[in-house]
C-alpha cells in the first residue's frame, strides 16, 4: 500500500516550483504566485483574472503554460478583487487602465529575474483580457503572443450606455461612487474607458493573437471578438459552441486545448 501511494503521488507531481511573489505598483503591493519549470533564459507567460475575479480562477492557463516550459505568473490586480484578493488596493480606485499599470509593474518584475528571458506571452480572461490587450499595444516589440479568453472589449461600449454589470449610472453625470453587486466602484472607472475606441488602441500590436470566446456568453458578445479578429493582423479565433463567459471545465479542456498548440508554437 505504501509504494501504490508514492506510485500515484508521482503521477501528479507538476514539472514546476511554485512559490509567491510580490511586486510594487506606486506604492501598492501587488502579490501573485510565480509557477516555474526547470531551466534558465525561460520564456515567460503572465495571466491576468477578471472583473471582480482573483488569481485563483486562472491558475489553471498558469499551471498549463507552465508545463509547457514557460515561467508562469498569475496575480491580483490592485483593488480589482471582491474577495480573497491579496494584492493591497481599493476597489473605487481601480480602473482598467490601473490595471494596465499593475500588469506593466508584474512584467517589469518578472522580466528582472535571472531565470526569465525576453520571450512574453500575455494572456487575460474578461476584464483581464482587455487589460492585456492594452499593455500589448503599448509594448508591442515586447511581447510575443497574446491570449484573449472572451476579452470584455465592451467595457468603453458599456461605460456610454451607462450600463456596466450591475452598476447603473448617468454617463452624462457619473457619480463619484458606483454600486456594482457586491463590488464599489469609484467614478474613475467608466471615466478611464467613456472616451475609449477600444479597438483603435489595441491594434497597434501586430504580433499573433489567440481569442476564445463562449458562443453563449451572456456578459460580452462575442460580437466583440469577431469585430477583434478583423482588427489584429495575425489572429486565430476559436468560438466554444455553448461556452459561457467563463468557462465550465468541460469547456475548459477545449479551450486549454487551444491555448497550448497557439502557446507552444515557436518556444
Given at each position: 500500500?505504501?509504494?501504490?501511494?508514492?506510485?500515484?503521488?508521482?503521477?501528479?507531481?507538476?514539472?514546476?516550483?511554485?512559490?509567491?511573489?510580490?511586486?510594487?505598483?506606486?506604492?501598492?503591493?501587488?502579490?501573485?504566485?510565480?509557477?516555474?519549470?526547470?531551466?534558465?533564459?525561460?520564456?515567460?507567460?503572465?495571466?491576468?483574472?477578471?472583473?471582480?475575479?482573483?488569481?485563483?480562477?486562472?491558475?489553471?492557463?498558469?499551471?498549463?503554460?507552465?508545463?509547457?516550459?514557460?515561467?508562469?505568473?498569475?496575480?491580483?490586480?490592485?483593488?480589482?478583487?471582491?474577495?480573497?484578493?491579496?494584492?493591497?488596493?481599493?476597489?473605487?480606485?481601480?480602473?482598467?487602465?490601473?490595471?494596465?499599470?499593475?500588469?506593466?509593474?508584474?512584467?517589469?518584475?518578472?522580466?528582472?529575474?535571472?531565470?526569465?528571458?525576453s520571450e512574453l506571452l500575455l494572456m487575460g480572461c474578461s476584464q483581464g483580457?482587455?487589460?492585456?490587450?492594452?499593455?500589448?499595444?503599448?509594448?508591442?516589440?515586447?511581447?510575443?503572443?497574446?491570449?484573449?479568453?472572451?476579452?470584455?472589449?465592451?467595457?468603453?461600449?458599456?461605460?456610454?450606455?451607462?450600463?456596466?454589470?450591475?452598476?447603473?449610472?448617468?454617463?452624462?453625470?457619473?457619480?463619484?461612487?458606483?454600486?456594482?453587486?457586491?463590488?464599489?466602484?469609484?467614478?474613475?472607472?467608466?471615466?478611464?474607458?467613456?472616451?475609449?475606441?477600444?479597438?483603435?488602441?489595441?491594434?497597434?500590436?501586430?504580433?499573433?493573437?489567440?481569442?476564445?470566446h463562449g458562443t453563449k456568453d451572456k456578459i460580452v458578445r462575442t460580437d466583440y471578438s469577431r469585430r477583434a479578429t478583423e482588427c489584429y493582423k495575425?489572429?486565430?479565433?476559436?468560438?466554444?459552441?455553448?461556452?459561457?463567459?467563463?468557462?465550465?471545465?468541460?469547456?475548459?479542456?477545449?479551450?486549454?486545448?487551444?491555448?497550448?498548440?497557439?502557446?507552444?508554437?515557436?518556444?
Amino acid at each position: 500500500m505504501g509504494l501504490l501511494n508514492c506510485l500515484k503521488k508521482s503521477r501528479v507531481s507538476e514539472p514546476f516550483t511554485e512559490r509567491v511573489f510580490e511586486c510594487k505598483r506606486d506604492g501598492l503591493t501587488i502579490r501573485g504566485t510565480e509557477y516555474r519549470p526547470a531551466g534558465d533564459t525561460l520564456p515567460v507567460a503572465i495571466v491576468s483574472h477578471g472583473f471582480m475575479a482573483f488569481q485563483d480562477t486562472v491558475r489553471q492557463y498558469a499551471k498549463a503554460l507552465a508545463r509547457l516550459g514557460y515561467c508562469a505568473y498569475c496575480f491580483d490586480f490592485c483593488g480589482g478583487s471582491v474577495i480573497k484578493g491579496k494584492s493591497d488596493g481599493d476597489t473605487r480606485e481601480m480602473s482598467v487602465l490601473t490595471e494596465v499599470r499593475d500588469l506593466e509593474a508584474v512584467i517589469t518584475y518578472v522580466q528582472s529575474l535571472p531565470y526569465t528571458g525576453s520571450e512574453l506571452l500575455l494572456m487575460g480572461c474578461s476584464q483581464g483580457g482587455f487589460v492585456s490587450a492594452l499593455v500589448a499595444a503599448r509594448h508591442p516589440n515586447a511581447v510575443s503572443k497574446l491570449v484573449l479568453f472572451y476579452p470584455a472589449l465592451c467595457i468603453p461600449d458599456d461605460a456610454r450606455a451607462g450600463k456596466m454589470m450591475f452598476a447603473r449610472f448617468d454617463p452624462q453625470n457619473i457619480p463619484e461612487k458606483l454600486r456594482c453587486g457586491p463590488m464599489k466602484l469609484g467614478g474613475c472607472y467608466p471615466e478611464a474607458v467613456i472616451d475609449m475606441d477600444p479597438y483603435e488602441e489595441i491594434k497597434a500590436y501586430t504580433g499573433p493573437v489567440l481569442i476564445v470566446h463562449g458562443t453563449k456568453d451572456k456578459i460580452v458578445r462575442t460580437d466583440y471578438s469577431r469585430r477583434a479578429t478583423e482588427c489584429y493582423k495575425n489572429a486565430e479565433p476559436h468560438f466554444i459552441e455553448g461556452g459561457a463567459h467563463g468557462f465550465s471545465r468541460k469547456h475548459d479542456v477545449e479551450a486549454i486545448a487551444y491555448l497550448n498548440k497557439f502557446a507552444s508554437q515557436n518556444i
